[in-house]
């Protein structure tokens, strides 16, 4: 079965950065694309990110471009989003996404 971890949210001042973490397992992790959606209050879950199976492709959320990245270690079976110039309009649960697949959450918190 199908397994996505998320970590490494928190709490960070404006212009800091995170790095989230999303360890998978129960498939090929390799074969698939991954990514990165999140949800704030009030809204809907909107997609920030993916990363094609050999990270040779990436696209990016017009609002987050230049800030973040998504990159992914097949090795380690695990996709990460790095961000930067964070915005407090960047507070929300950010999910990792393996298709109809679901992590559990993790929440970033973008205040001073």
């Known amino acids: 079965q199908v397994h996505l971890v998320e970590s490494g949210g928190g709490l960070v001042q404006p212009g800091g950065s995170l790095r989230l973490s999303c360890a998978a397992s129960?498939?090929?992790?390799?074969?698939?694309?991954m990514s990165w959606y999140r949800q704030a209050p009030g809204k809907e879950r909107e997609l920030v990110a993916a990363?094609?199976?050999?990270?040779?492709?990436?696209s990016y959320a017009d609002s987050v471009k230049g800030r973040f990245t998504i990159s992914r270690d097949n090795a380690k079976n695990t996709v990460y989003l790095q961000m930067n110039s964070l915005k407090p309009e960047d507070t929300a649960v950010y999910y990792c996404n393996r298709n109809q697949n679901w992590g559990q959450g993790t929440q970033v918190t973008v205040s001073s």
């Open positions: 129960g498939f090929t992790f390799s074969s698939y694309v």
């Open positions: 990363i094609s199976g050999a990270g040779t492709s990436r």
